[in-house]
Every structure is written in C-alpha cells, then in structure tokens.
Nanobody, 123 residues
C-alpha cells in the first residue's frame, strides 16, 4: 500500500517561511513524479509545484514561482516544499501527490494522495 504523509504546516505571518515535508512509503516504483497541490475553502484544488523523482526537474505555478522551492531526498523517500515570502492568499490545505501524470498540473492525473496539512498565513 502506498502512503503519503504531509507535515510541517502551521500558522505563519505574511512574509514568513514554512517548509512542508511529504514522506512516501509502500510501493512507489510506478510513480516518477511528485507534486504539491493546495485547496482553500470553497476553492478548487490547484497545482503548486512538481518534481521528477529521478531527474529532479521541477515546475511551478505562476502564483508561487520565485517564492516556493520543491526538492526531494531520494534516500528518505521524502519531498519538500520550501515556502518563502508567504502571503495570506497562500492559506490552504496543502496536499502531496504522486504518480505518472500526463499533465503535471492536473489533480486528476495523480494516483496517490496524502491527507493534507494546513497552512495559514495571517496578515
């Protein structure tokens, strides 16, 4: 069974930083891409960032480009999302995902999901 567990969420003031972690366990050999998505109350789940597990190639949503950095530690089966210069608009539940998506920014194209971790940015 594949399991993704997010951690590192919390409350931070605007302009602050936070680092999220996603630890993967189980059979993940079929998933070559990891992603971060977020969902605010009443909003659709949106793409944040993705990384190729093996090559390290990354892509970001325009809304977070230059502020967020996705990285991974292959030995630990862990993906990170470093979030800097946080804004109130970043407030959401952040989800880790894994899969082999046709479209890396589509939440419908990932096979495995974590339970999410809350990030709240106050003004």
């Amino acid at each position: 069974q594949v399991q993704l567990v997010e951690s590192g969420g919390g409350l931070v003031q605007a302009g602050g930083s936070l680092r999220l972690s996603c630890a993967a366990s189980g059979r993940t050999f079929s998933a070559y891409r990891m992603g971060w998505f977020r969902q605010a109350p009443g909003k659709e789940r949106e793409f944040v960032a993705t990384i190729n597990w093996y090559s390290g190639n990354t892509a970001y949503a325009d809304s977070v480009k230059g502020r967020f950095t996705i990285s991974r530690d292959n030995a630990k089966n862990t993906v990170y999302l470093q979030m800097n210069s946080l804004k109130p608009e970043d407030t959401a539940v952040y989800y880790c995902a894994a899969g082999s998506p046709r479209n890396y920014d589509s939440n419908l194209d990932y096979d495995y999901w974590g339970q999410g971790t809350q990030v709240t940015v106050s003004s």
